[in-house]
């Protein structure tokens, strides 16, 4: 069907996306298609949005292949494979104008049912499955590389890539392998006879990726946790924290065995979340290294531990990888809306250290940092990541670790320093910065003991109702919290090439779309500076960037602005100068949806204001 649009041209910079079935083994074959691409030389960004059924649903898998190499959403398809008759308009209507639809035309669709200004190119893959194979699930299964063959010829994708790919997945399954190949060249060699290939978007080898790796932040926290010196894990399966866990036994099986075969971890799967947070309180506080993962429902139920580790400063490492609430609300869909409830965790007045990565890299770093935070500071850390970075592979710089870091284990006191004489009350502030000195249980047979409990006390650690010992306890923790800030991960800020009067702050999974969003800005001649901060509490940093501008953007992606909410609470900022922009849809944000909005606010008189001479 030829389109009444001129057909989008573009070489290593266009969007593809997948339209499927849940359930329809759909998923194998599009990582193929795109680590195919990114064997070529030229760097991508999948996104997996899928239904949290085990199937029927519609699932998604969209792939932004970009050399200049811009890793978030940008917004707009430009190809599209609808493979899903269940949601064949919604997914027509989001390719760009002179896009493609690619689709499976064994059964003849009426001319209504298309766009004049889309390419549309019909692949009769049913009919291709039912007169090669006559086992119903390989038709499906084989459908699905079939069309990933027929790409590869429209794409110009070298076949050789994905066969390499096919045969890596395969290793020691001749049986699988070789059929699979068969597939690719089927669907292929259809394309190559009956379509003009290749199409206006192609893929041109490049030496784009260099040394970074492809993988998920779930599996790079828990490796992160394994350097840090995690020896317990404790938790409960929910989406989409359960792979980090997963993956955490694997590393341990890989390197946490003794010579003599012993295992030098324990990993428990717990009844539920309370009783996971509850064993990881009394791992941290017979002195051992432990973290749970979750996701915001566990949290919830995780709060009156929460608190027990806050007020008897109990070392506590938290991953939370955030999915979409409130309730149950949206289990396969990425949101950034647990920042109050991880900061605030727990009835009464508390306050906990939230670290903020932004992608794989800082996934892996930052689990390391936060067990060494939670020891120096005694008290809950929380890793703050989410469903876009932690299920989704995404490219990064390489794991870095310095064979040399010793743990921080913060201020214990050994046998030793007791024996010496060296004083011990364990709520008491000795040296200004809030933080006490513990010791681990049984370290001396007479001295250094005391009663752990959640009920107040006095600096000795005895059970007290008194007013001012309450208060100087809340206040030292108060204090604590406040050294915290120059112990965390510090903010990262890209100031232009001229002054701005306009700022944006943002975190997290947000990066990678603000990264070209502010690009774009800048093009456009609207002048901006940002800052990406990377933990809570701020750093005078983070006041100093906000009181040096008119304006300040905080882009995040939640309903009720709750990074600006924090930072309103800790500075005592004018809210007026924070303005919210606000994507929570479930879908990761893009780019353009950023730049719009902040373009927009602005308006033309201050966008001309701020124009780049």
Same mark, same amino acid.
């Given at each position: 069907?030829? =389109?009444?649009?001129?057909?989008?041209?573009?070489?290593?910079?266009?969007?593809?996306?997948?339209?499927?079935?849940?359930?329809?083994?759909?998923?194998?074959?599009?990582? %193929?298609?795109? !680590?195919?691409?990114?064997?070529?030389?030229?760097?991508?960004?999948?996104?997996?949005?899928?239904?949290?059924?085990?199937?029927?649903?519609?699932?998604?898998?969209?792939?932004?292949?970009?050399?200049?190499?811009?890793?978030?959403? /940008?917004?707009?398809?430009?190809?599209?494979?609808?493979?899903?008759?269940?949601?064949?308009?919604?997914?027509?209507?989001?390719?760009?104008?002179?896009?493609?639809?690619?689709?499976?035309?064994?059964?003849?669709?009426?001319?209504?049912?298309?766009?004049?200004?889309?390419?549309?190119?019909?692949?009769?893959?049913?009919?291709?499955?039912?007169?090669?194979?006559?086992?119903?699930?390989?038709?499906?299964?084989?459908?699905?590389?079939?069309?990933?063959?027929?790409?590869?010829?429209?794409?110009?994708?070298?076949?050789?890539?994905?066969?390499?790919?096919? *045969?890596?997945?395969?290793?020691?399954?001749?049986?699988?392998?070789?059929?699979?190949?068969?597939?690719?060249?089927?669907? /292929?060699?259809?394309?190559?006879?009956?379509?003009?290939?290749?199409?206006?978007?192609?893929?041109?080898?490049?030496?784009?990726?260099?040394?970074?790796?492809?993988?998920?932040?779930?599996?790079?926290?828990?490796?992160?946790?394994?350097?840090?010196?995690?020896?317990?894990?404790?938790?409960?399966?929910?989406?989409?924290? @359960?792979?980090?866990?997963?993956?955490?036994?694997?590393?341990?099986?890989?390197?946490?065995?003794?010579?003599?075969?012993?295992?030098?971890?324990?990993?428990?799967?717990?009844?539920?979340?309370?009783?996971?947070?509850?064993?990881?309180?009394?791992?941290?506080?017979?002195?051992?290294?432990?973290?749970?993962?979750?996701?915001?429902?566990?949290?919830?139920?995780?709060?009156?531990?929460?608190?027990?580790?806050?007020?008897?400063?109990?070392?506590?490492?938290?991953?939370?990888?955030?999915?979409?609430?409130?309730?149950?609300?949206?289990?396969?869909?990425?949101?950034? @809306?647990?920042?109050?409830?991880?900061?605030?965790?727990?009835?009464?007045?508390?306050?906990?250290?939230?670290?903020?990565?932004?992608?794989?890299?800082?996934?892996?770093?930052?689990?390391?940092?936060?067990?060494?935070?939670?020891?120096?500071?005694?008290?809950?850390?929380?890793?703050?990541?989410? %469903?876009?970075?932690?299920?989704?592979?995404?490219?990064?710089?390489?794991?870095?670790?310095?064979?040399?870091?010793?743990?921080?284990?913060?201020?214990? %006191? @050994?046998?030793?320093?007791?024996?010496?004489? !060296?004083?011990?009350?364990?709520? !008491?502030?000795?040296?200004?910065?809030?933080?006490?000195?513990?010791?681990?249980?049984?370290?001396?047979?007479?001295?250094?003991?005391?009663?752990?409990?959640?009920?107040?006390?006095?600096?000795?650690?005895?059970?007290?109702?008194? *007013?001012?010992?309450?208060?100087?306890?809340?206040?030292?923790?108060?204090?604590?919290?406040?050294?915290? /800030?120059?112990?965390?991960?510090?903010?990262?800020?890209?100031?232009?090439?001229?002054?701005?009067?306009?700022?944006? %702050?943002?975190?997290?999974?947000?990066?990678?779309?603000?990264?070209?969003?502010?690009?774009?800005?800048?093009?456009?001649?609207? =002048?901006?500076?940002?800052?990406?901060?990377?933990?809570?509490?701020?750093?005078? @940093?983070?006041?100093?960037?906000?009181?040096?501008?008119?304006?300040?953007?905080?882009?995040?992606?939640?309903?009720?602005?709750?990074?600006?909410?924090?930072?309103?609470?800790?500075?005592?900022?004018?809210?007026?100068?924070?303005?919210?922009?606000?994507?929570?849809?479930?879908?990761?944000?893009?780019?353009?949806?950023?730049?719009? =909005?902040?373009?927009?606010?602005?308006?033309?008189?201050?966008?001309?204001?701020?124009?780049?001479?």
């Amino acid at each position: 069907m030829t =389109a009444g649009h001129a057909a989008l041209q573009s070489i290593n910079d266009f969007v593809v996306k997948f339209a499927n079935v849940n359930g329809s083994g759909s998923a194998s074959a599009n990582e %193929l298609f795109a !680590k195919s691409i990114l064997r070529m030389g030229v760097p991508v960004s999948p996104r997996n949005i899928f239904p949290s059924n085990i199937q029927g649903l519609p699932t998604w898998y969209e792939v932004r292949v970009c050399e200049a190499g811009w890793l978030g959403r /940008r917004g707009g398809v430009d190809l599209m494979v609808a493979m899903n008759p269940q949601t064949w308009d919604a997914d027509l209507a989001e390719i760009e104008p002179g896009g493609y639809l690619v689709y499976d035309n064994s059964k003849p669709l009426p001319r209504s049912k298309f766009r004049e200004d889309v390419q549309v190119i019909g692949i009769p893959l049913t009919e291709i499955c039912n007169a090669t194979y006559s086992d119903p699930r390989q038709r499906q299964l084989f459908k699905n590389i079939m069309y990933v063959g027929a790409l590869s010829a429209l794409l110009d994708i070298d076949p050789a890539e994905i066969e390499r790919l096919i *045969g890596e997945q395969y290793k020691g399954k001749e049986k699988l392998l070789k059929p699979n190949v068969e597939a690719l060249h089927l669907g /292929r060699d259809w394309a190559l006879r009956h379509l003009a290939c290749p199409l206006g978007l192609r893929v041109q080898r490049a030496d784009k990726v260099g040394d970074r790796i492809f993988v998920e932040g779930n599996a790079a926290a828990a490796l992160g946790c394994v350097y840090g010196g995690a020896t317990v894990c404790a938790w409960y399966p929910i989406t989409p924290s @359960s792979s980090l866990a997963e993956a955490f036994q694997k590393y341990c099986q890989k390197y946490r065995i003794a010579e003599d075969g012993a295992k030098k971890y324990a990993i428990l799967q717990a009844e539920d979340e309370i009783a996971s947070i509850g064993m990881v309180v009394g791992a941290g506080w017979n002195g051992a290294r432990a973290f749970t993962a979750t996701s915001g429902p566990g949290v919830s139920l995780m709060n009156e531990f929460i608190g027990l580790a806050y007020f008897a400063e109990i070392p506590v490492t938290i991953i939370d990888v955030q999915r979409g609430g409130p309730s149950t609300g949206m289990p396969t869909r990425t949101q950034q @809306s647990d920042l109050l409830a991880a900061a605030y965790a727990s009835h009464g007045d508390t306050r906990h250290v939230l670290l903020l990565p932004e992608d794989p890299h800082e996934c892996f770093a930052f689990a390391a940092d936060a067990l060494d935070l939670a020891d120096r500071l005694q008290t809950p850390v929380f890793v703050m990541t989410d %469903l876009d970075i932690g299920m989704n592979q995404r490219l990064c710089a390489p794991f870095a670790w310095d064979d040399s870091r010793v743990y921080d284990r913060g201020k214990v %006191l @050994s046998a030793e320093d007791l024996e010496a004489g !060296k004083e011990f009350a364990r709520y !008491k502030d000795i040296d200004g910065d809030g933080i006490p000195y513990r010791t681990y249980p049984g370290t001396h047979p007479d001295k250094g003991a005391y009663f752990t409990r959640g009920t107040s006390r006095n600096p000795q650690a005895q059970y007290s109702e008194r *007013g001012p010992d309450y208060v100087y306890n809340m206040q030292r923790l108060l204090l604590k919290f406040d050294t915290a /800030r120059d112990l965390v991960p510090q903010p990262v800020f890209d100031r232009g090439d001229v002054p701005a009067r306009h700022g944006a %702050l943002f975190f997290g999974s947000t990066s990678p779309a603000m990264a070209e969003a502010v690009d774009r800005l800048r093009g456009d001649g609207i =002048a901006i500076d940002i800052v990406r901060v990377r933990a809570y509490p701020f750093p005078e @940093s983070v006041r100093a960037f906000i009181d040096a501008h008119e304006t300040v953007f905080v882009v995040e992606q939640n309903r009720d602005g709750q990074l600006r909410l924090l930072l309103i609470d800790q500075f005592g900022i004018d809210p007026a100068r924070l303005v919210a922009v606000l994507h929570y849809d479930g879908t990761p944000i893009t780019a353009r949806f950023i730049a719009d =909005a902040i373009a927009a606010r602005l308006g033309r008189s201050g966008a001309q204001q701020d124009k780049v001479a």
